[in-house]
Nanobody, 119 residues
Framework: QVQLVESGGGLVQPGGSLTLSCAAS????????MGWFRQAPGKQRELVAV???????NLPDSVKGRFTISRDNAKSTVYLQMNSLKPEDTAVYYC?????????????WGQGTQVTVSS
């Protein structure tokens, strides 16, 4: 089982920036597809960004151009750089890992970190 620990959340003013980190342990990080999801109060959890083992990234239009996902395989860490933050970005952000154990697809979630965008 992969363990994920997020850090970097907090309170930021509109237009500000924040970087989230997620440290993984428990398997060969290089083979994981890593992602960030968020969930605002009263809303469903939604995908924010995903990065493949080869480094290909995909982000929805709602954050494209403002958010960047990256990974450091040497540190087993995935990052979410968030710029030009808006109040509607306020949510709990969760790190996600998708991986395989003997051809069975598995997934793990972090505990979540709160991001609040407010003046």
């Amino acid at each position: 089982q992969v363990q994920l620990v997020e850090s970097g959340g907090g309170l930021v003013q509109p237009g500000g920036s924040l970087t989230l980190s997620c440290a993984a342990s428990g398997n060969d990080f290089r083979s994981n597809t890593m992602g960030w999801f968020r969930q605002a109060p009263g809303k469903q959890r939604e995908l924010v960004a995903v990065i493949s083992p080869s480094g290909n990234a995909n982000l929805p239009d709602s954050v494209k151009g403002r958010f960047t996902i990256s990974r450091d395989n040497a540190k087993s860490t995935v990052y979410l750089q968030m710029n030009s933050l808006k109040p509607e970005d306020t949510a709990v952000y969760y790190c996600h890992a998708q991986y395989y154990i003997y051809y069975a697809r598995k997934e793990s979630w972090g505990q979540g970190t709160q991001v609040t965008v407010s003046s």
